[in-house]
């Protein structure tokens, strides 16, 4: 029989064994104190005039030199140190303009994925909620209305951006007929599979609208495509607490009714992957409406839907929320 004390030490040393395959790099690591006092358990392996290159258990990290102090400290090491991992996964947006489009990403170092688009030629913006997401609904950020017999949807925006903590906020100003609009975006962080804006516009001015019920004046509005129960964007519309297939074609009479919270649901179909389901959440209850104009395109957005207002109004707020 194997003396007890010889069993207790297999075990022992067998667990020594396991821990160091499973955690390689990190059983023997020392302690590296970043310039903001943040800890990180790693091994060096490179270190030159940009940074150092750490081997953690999960890989290798490369910590920039503007975020180690004057020479690299290291510590013996304490317990697993959480926040100083949170403080090098450090992620931020990332705006940048190609021709017409303000494209809009969030990340870090080099690995920035794209969530947000603002159309500068006719204020359409849209929105994903992340990498896994295709691109589908656009919201009209310009109010849209009827005036001498012309309805007007769309028009150019100029604008300018700040990062204000972890939020990306965007002014921009347009003219839509003789009224002239401002307004922000602001963007929140990226949260699992949902992206968060909030829109406040404001106008000045005067315009006379002309009287269509339902549609003379649309503070903001949904555009999207359905051709087919095969070809679409959008599947299905919803308001409040109840949902509605898309016609073919014209109105909806069930699309038309009172409230705050209205959408296009995503999804996949032959035409488009993880679509995203845009949410809209207005400040206040307005008159929710919807068209659909008969097409055979899949490039033409021919679904809208958006809140109206028989008057002018001079401001209003609104949540956009993407998700799956």
């Known amino acids: 029989m194997v003396p007890k004390k010889y069993i207790r030490l297999s075990i022992f040393f067998s667990a020594i064994v396991y821990l160091y395959l499973i955690y390689p790099a990190s ?34 990290m490369f910590i920039p030199r503007k975020n180690l102090p004057g020479d690299v400290s290291i510590q013996e090491k304490p317990d697993t140190p959480k926040r100083a991992r949170q403080a090098l996964s450090e992620e931020k947006w990332s705006v940048t303009k190609a021709g017409t489009i303000l494209q809009i990403g969030y990340g870090s170092r080099k690995h920035f994925a794209q969530y947000a688009a603002l159309h500068l030629d006719s204020s359409y913006f849209r929105m994903n909620y992340g990498p896994d997401s295709g691109w589908g609904t656009s919201v009209v950020i310009l109010p849209s209305l009827w005036t001498r017999g012309t309805y007007i949807q769309g028009g150019a925006v100029s604008c300018t951006w700040t990062v204000e903590g972890d939020y990306l906020s965007i002014d921009f100003t347009g003219q839509i007929a003789t009224l002239k609009a401002s307004g922000t975006i602001r963007i929140s962080p990226p949260r699992r ?11 000045d001015g005067d315009v006379p609208l002309d009287y269509h019920r339902g549609e003379s004046f649309k503070p903001m509005f949904l555009s999207s495509m359905k051709i087919s ?24 009479n069930k699309m038309s009714r009172k409230g705050k919270h209205f959408g296009l649901k995503g999804g996949t179909s032959d035409w488009k992957k993880n679509a995203p389901t845009i949410t809209i959440r207005l400040s206040k209850q307005m008159h929710i409406q919807g068209w659909v104009t008969k097409s055979d395109n899949p490039n033409h957005d021919n679904v809208g839907l958006w809140a109206a207002s028989k008057d002018v109004q001079p401001a209003w707020s609104y949540t956009i929320v993407a998700k799956p």
Not at 193 to 203: E, F, P, R, T
Not at 231 to 250: A, L, M, N, Y
């Open 193 to 203: 599979n949902m992206l968060i804006a909030k829109v406040n516009v404001s106008v």
């Open 229 to 252: 129960d095969t070809q679409w964007d959008t599947q299905q519309v919803w308001c409040g607490t109840k949902s509605f297939s898309i016609p073919r074609e014209g109105w909806s």
């Open 27 to 60: 059983f023997f690591a020392e302690m590296i104190v970043l310039k903001d006092g943040s800890r990180i358990e790693g091994n060096i392996i490179s270190k030159d005039d940009s940074g150092i290159t750490i081997k953690m258990h999960y890989g290798e």
